[in-house]
């Protein structure tokens, strides 16, 4: 299983950054897929979460309304669209699935949000 995030940066409070992971190693399209954050000296928070299909997703309360999830089966792709960040959005994010009673994740990637 490899699960490989990208597209994080620096960007200005306001701003916007679409992160995504690619995963190989096992069948993407029939696992739900998750993303979390580590901000630092926190721990390891869940952020979204989307059905094998795409055809529902859930957000924390704190990401609701800014952040969208997102999935391309074909391309065994999911993304995570951030709009309206916020210093307090500034984390390391990480994509995430769980089957065979494991968690698997990806080496993440930093989000940095500042002026």
């Known amino acids: 299983v490899q699960l490989v995030e990208s597209g994080g940066g620096l960007v200005q409070p306001g701003g916007s950054l679409r992160l995504s992971c690619a995963a190989s190693g096992f069948a993407f399209s029939i696992y739900p897929m998750n993303w979390y954050r580590q901000a630092p000296g926190k721990g390891r928070e869940w952020v979204a979460a989307?059905?094998?299909?795409?055809?529902?997703?859930h957000y924390a309360d704190a990401v609701k309304g800014r952040f969208t999830i997102s999935r391309d089966n074909a391309k065994n792709t999911v993304y995570l669209q951030m709009s309206s960040l916020k210093p307090e959005d500034t984390a390391v994010y990480y994509c995430?699935?769980?089957?065979?009673?494991?968690?698997?994740w990806g080496q993440g990637t930093q989000v940095t949000v500042s002026s």
């Open positions: 989307i059905t094998s299909a795409g055809g529902t997703t």
């Open positions: 995430n699935v769980y089957f065979s009673s494991l968690n698997y």
